[in-house]
């Protein structure tokens, strides 16, 4: 499983790693971005869901090579990261659960990347992507729990109940506590589902912040939209903190955590 190169807990997209760059005199258009990422994306997704779906060996480290030719399509077609505080993750030992904000799909696709290296990750994920044709072979081979978003109650009962198992055995889970993905960032809809988690299973919680927008939503299918490589992408990690009483004190210094970074960002 190939690591992304680290400067002082933090990866950034090398000069020179996209078409824009190399071509001094072309305009980063997201026309021309979108055109080329596409095919690459393709290309990784059916590689990988054959492989998934047919031998027995794929798993994590499969799921961390897609998920590096994805993040490396973006990079070719001129999107830039900046990725900091994965020092944060590689220096936790144990599981933990992850809880960040929501823009788009890109980080679904891209964190087994960025931290599979560290972490033998999972995700809280909606039903309507392990019913996607091709894609939920991918997906599906990293034993997500699958929630409907229809009946919290019972959304609730599968997060803590798989959840804590998957924790107990290792294995860490990023939560997105958002109803929906949003290029805006409402604490009033960042639900306290990580916190719960958290607490019932006894590990810590690593906040994410990330600005992701750089991969649009689509109008037609909400997963394919534009790719903007005037867009930076950015991760923040922030320091493992377990959850004390009922967490309100952690809830509110994540959604602080993520709000200042984004203000950063803009």
């Given at each position: 499983?190939?690591?992304?190169?680290?400067?002082?807990?933090?990866?950034?997209?090398?000069?020179?790693?996209?078409?824009?760059?190399?071509?001094?005199?072309?305009?980063?258009?997201?026309?021309?971005?979108?055109?080329?990422?596409?095919?690459?994306?393709?290309?990784?997704?059916?590689?990988?869901?054959?492989?998934?779906?047919?031998?027995?060996?794929?798993?994590?480290?499969?799921?961390?090579?897609?998920?590096?030719?994805?993040?490396?399509?973006?990079?070719?077609?001129?999107?830039?990261?900046?990725?900091?505080?994965?020092?944060?993750?590689?220096?936790?030992?144990?599981?933990?659960?992850?809880?960040?904000?929501?823009?788009?799909?890109?980080?679904?696709?891209?964190?087994?990347?960025?931290?599979?290296?560290?972490?033998?990750?999972?995700?809280?994920?909606?039903?309507?992507?392990?019913?996607?044709?091709?894609?939920?072979?991918?997906?599906?081979?990293?034993?997500?729990?699958?929630?409907?978003?229809?009946?919290?109650?019972?959304?609730?009962?599968?997060?803590?109940?798989?959840?804590?198992?998957?924790?107990?055995?290792?294995?860490?889970?990023?939560?997105?506590?958002?109803?929906?993905?949003?290029?805006?960032?409402?604490?009033?809809?960042?639900?306290?589902?990580?916190i719960k988690l958290a607490i019932r299973a006894n590990?810590?919680?690593?906040?994410?912040?990330?600005?992701?927008?750089?991969?649009?939503?689509?109008?037609?299918?909400?997963?394919?939209?534009?790719?903007?490589?005037?867009?930076?992408?950015?991760?923040?990690?922030?320091?493992?903190?377990?959850?004390?009483?009922?967490?309100?004190?952690?809830?509110?210094?994540?959604?602080?955590?993520?709000?200042?970074?984004?203000?950063?960002?803009?």
């Amino acid at each position: 499983m190939r690591v992304l190169p680290l400067k002082d807990g933090c990866y950034r997209t090398e000069p020179g790693a996209s078409w824009s760059e190399k071509e001094p005199g072309v305009r980063k258009s997201r026309d021309l971005a979108t055109l080329m990422f596409y095919p690459i994306m393709a290309a990784v997704v059916s590689h990988g869901s054959f492989l998934a779906r047919y031998a027995r060996f794929y798993g994590h480290p499969g799921v961390c090579r897609s998920s590096r030719g994805i993040l490396v399509g973006l990079e070719a077609a001129g999107v830039r990261f900046d990725i900091c505080g994965i020092d944060n993750v590689r220096d936790l030992d144990g599981p933990c659960v992850f809880i960040g904000n929501h823009m788009s799909v890109l980080e679904t696709l891209a964190m087994p990347a960025i931290i599979g290296h560290y972490k033998d990750i999972t995700f809280v994920i909606k039903k309507e992507l392990a019913t996607y044709p091709v894609f939920r072979y991918l997906l599906m081979s990293m034993d997500p729990i699958v929630v409907s978003r229809k009946n919290p109650r019972d959304d609730l009962t599968a997060v803590l109940t798989k959840g804590n198992a998957l924790l107990s055995a290792g294995r860490s889970l990023v939560i997105f506590p958002q109803s929906s993905r949003s290029v805006e960032f409402d604490p009033k809809m960042f639900n306290t589902i990580g916190i719960k988690l958290a607490i019932r299973a006894n590990v810590p919680v690593i906040p994410i912040a990330l600005k992701t927008d750089a991969w649009g939503n689509g109008k037609r299918i909400k997963d394919f939209g534009v790719i903007d490589p005037n867009k930076t992408v950015h991760f923040a990690f922030g320091k493992p903190m377990y959850i004390k009483n009922r967490g309100a004190e952690q809830h509110q210094w994540i959604i602080d955590f993520i709000t200042e970074k984004l203000r950063q960002w803009q």
